[in-house]
Nanobody, 115 residues
Framework: QVQLVESGGGLVQPGGSLRLSCAAS????????MGWYRQAPGKQRELVAA???????NYRDSVKGRFTISRDNAKNTVYLQMNSLKPEDTAVYYC?????????WGQGTQVTVSS
């Protein structure tokens, strides 16, 4: 059974940084594209960044140049480095498949950007 466990969120001031982690188990991690999603209150969940099995990345326009997705196949973990955070980045962040939610959602990790 696939399990995804997100961590690393918190409260940060505008302009600050956070690094999120997602530990995956129950699957052959290295063969899958992975993605980071977020859901703000009252809004639909959206894909923020994705990384292929070979390491190619893509980002939604609103986070380009500020967020970096990476993966460590030896640790079955995908990361999201978030810099220059803005209040509109406030959301619960989740990881899942690189193009769709192939597995059950984890609990997510709350990111709050506020002064």
């Amino acid at each position: 059974q696939v399990q995804l466990v997100e961590s690393g969120g918190g409260l940060v001031q505008p302009g600050g940084s956070l690094r999120l982690s997602c530990a995956a188990s129950g699957m052959i991690f290295r063969i899958y594209a992975m993605g980071w999603y977020r859901q703000a209150p009252g809004k639909q969940r959206e894909l923020v960044a994705a990384i292929s099995s070979s390491g190619s990345t893509n980002y939604r326009d609103s986070v380009k140049g500020r967020f970096t997705i990476s993966r460590d196949n030896a640790k079955n973990t995908v990361y999201l480095q978030m810099n220059s955070l803005k209040p509109e980045d406030t959301a619960v962040y989740y990881c899942n498949g690189g193009t769709s939610s192939w597995w059950p959602w984890g609990q997510g990790t709350q990111v709050t950007v506020s002064s």
